[in-house]
């Protein structure tokens, strides 16, 4: 809200005076909407900001949060409680429904209170990708696609096993939401058949999606970011044939894991994904993926982004077979090759408001290849210091040891050596720049090395992109290649938000099925961000379903005077914070509710 001055002139006279406002999204765009006419106001226009503030703390019942004291405060509450005066005449005048009774208003509760605003734009968009009509071409019967809509949003607000999605089904106010006949509750095998229908159904449930995507946000899908991350199993999962040990990027090698491929688009939309063994080689998925996405939409000449762990020359070579580009990031001794021969200008890509250059990068041809080098001074930085932190460590551990043998702690050389082996395998990312042995006369010796230290300072901060595009600058290629953060935040999103990690069944169609509709829910989290990012807001839905989840469904029992009790079902007042997310959103800020619905085809 915000405070506009008009003039005008009528009979040689000028008149001055002041009007409330505030902007309204609407189908053809942003517009201003008069609140209040104030008259003529006496505040200074100093003031104006804040007494608008004010006004909408006050008018969204904030009024009893601690926001301090102001000057403007008693003209505020006043304005407020005109604005509150005109709506309700406004409802009075709209001609309500229904019988008026008198009722004791000490006498007057309210309880069992649901958690409503995170569903509530869950359902919301839920309905805008039309999964509802998805399942329905899917052969879902309409309890089974009310099932499958629990499921997917309680893995979106809160992801728990099944058993716990029903408690929380329970809890919440999605019952008044959602379509489809499941009466009064649910039990959690009813979610694990919903969930295995689904997952029967995966290729024509995401193809279907994808194209509904493709249609609702004029998504090109010219890129292709592909990327892979693993989550581990709580359990010995004897069950799932895939779990396997491999790299776990959870840091939980102790832990059995499947790895999972996944498939963005350039606006960062999931596209396809594929469970793979836990110890399957990244380099190693490459065909079975392409293979899954050329299934759900073939796309060729497509540009596909990855990371180094997928660039091998088998891969390369496949992409090139099947008609795609790429953009690889190669490894350290393709990077070392190309800082000897390295003599190109270096292009800014990104910059300071000051100009400091941030990320730089040169280019060369190499056949019908592009080599771009690049060099982040913040990626700088981190790798001197993860390499400072692993040389202080190495460096401590080999002095305890040396001590040990100089005391005569140890003096077996067998074990002697052991101790160093073990040395250079914990620390075996630096301990390459070391000259780490046992001397002829029994000693530990640890001096570095300075040509090699030397070498590893020269590329800090710089890394080599590999590409076929040739009608790309170095610039261009570098800003494909970054977009493959978006499949980091994706995974982040899933593994964490969306409760991918861990796993806690053992069936391996459970495992792949649990994993499938975290998946589903992350096309509605990333939905609801990009729809928040376009107004201006660029909150995590973590941080929206936070704020949101005070906004609740609850029950007022009224006792009125003619003897007879009444329940009255309906949404808590939205408080100010409320009402911006749901209009960023493009959601009414009153939820309707499922009775609601009902009563706009009775009678009068």
Known sequence: MFIRQVTLRRNGKQYTYHRLIESVRTPSGPRQRLVMSLGRLEVPRSEWRLLAERIQEFLYAQQSLPFGSYEVDPIAKQVAER??????????????????????????????????????????????????????????SAKQRGLAQVQVLGRLVEPHSELATVGWYARSGLGELIEGPLGGGIHEDDLYRV?????????????????????????????????????????????????????????????????????????????????FEGNRRDSATMEAMLERLEALA?????????????????????????????????????????????????????????????????????????????????????DRGIRERFRGRLE????????????????DLAKIQQAIGRLRQRYSRVARLYRLELTAEGQVECEPLSQKLSGVEQVDGRYLLRTNRTDLDER???????????????????????????????????????????VLAYHLLHAIEERLRGAGDTRCWASIRAILSTHALLTITHH?????????????????????????????????????KRSDNKPD
């Open 83 to 140: 604005v509150e005066r005109k709506r309700q005449r406004g409802a009075r005048q709209a001609g309500l429904k229904g019988h008026s009774v008198a009722v004791y208003p000490e006498l007057s509760s309210a309880g069992q209170l649901r958690e409503l605003g995170p569903v509530y734009v869950g359902a919301a968009f839920y309905r805008t990708l039309g999964i509802d009509g998805i399942l329905q071409e899917a052969g879902l």
């Open 195 to 275: 969930t295995d229908k689904l997952y029967a159904r995966r290729t024509q449930i995401e193809q279907a999606l994808r194209e509904r995507e493709r249609t609702l946000f004029s998504l090109g899908e010219s890129i292709v970011l592909y990327d892979l991350s693993s989550t581990y199993f709580e359990g010995l999962a004897v069950g799932c044939h895939k779990a396997k040990r491999g790299y776990s990027r959870d840091h939980r090698g102790d832990c059995l894991q499947v790895v999972i491929g996944l498939v963005l688009d350039e606006q960062g939309y999931a596209k396809a994904h594929e469970v």
């Open 298 to 382: 073939p796309r060729p000449g497509a540009t596909v982004v990855m990371d180094r762990g997928l660039a091998t020359k088998k891969n390369l070579e496949l992409l090139r077979l099947r008609g795609y580009r790429y953009i690889v990031a190669m490894g350290g001794r393709e990077r070392e090759k190309y800082l000897e021969a390295s003599e190109g200008r270096w292009v800014p890509f990104r910059q300071t408001a000051e100009g400091e250059v941030q990320v730089e990068g040169q280019m060369k041809r190499l056949g019908e290849e592009m080599l771009i080098l690049c060099h982040s001074s913040s990626r700088e930085g981190k």
């Open 396 to 411: 401590e551990d080999a002095g305890r040891l040396r001590q040990r043998v100089r005391e005569g702690k140890l003096k």
């Open 476 to 518: 261009q290629i570098w800003e494909l290649y970054v977009m493959l953060n978006r499949v980091e935040r994706s995974f982040r999103s899933l593994k964490g938000t969306l409760g991918v990690r861990p796993i806690h069944h053992h069936k391996a169609d459970r495992v792949e099925s649990h994993i499938f509709i975290s």
């Open 560 to 596: 009125g005077t003619d003897g007879r009790t009444y329940d009255i079902r309906r949404p808590s007042r939205p408080e100010y914070e409320h009402e911006q997310i749901y209009k960023r959103l493009g959601l009414s800020s009153t939820p309707r509710l499922r009775q609601d």
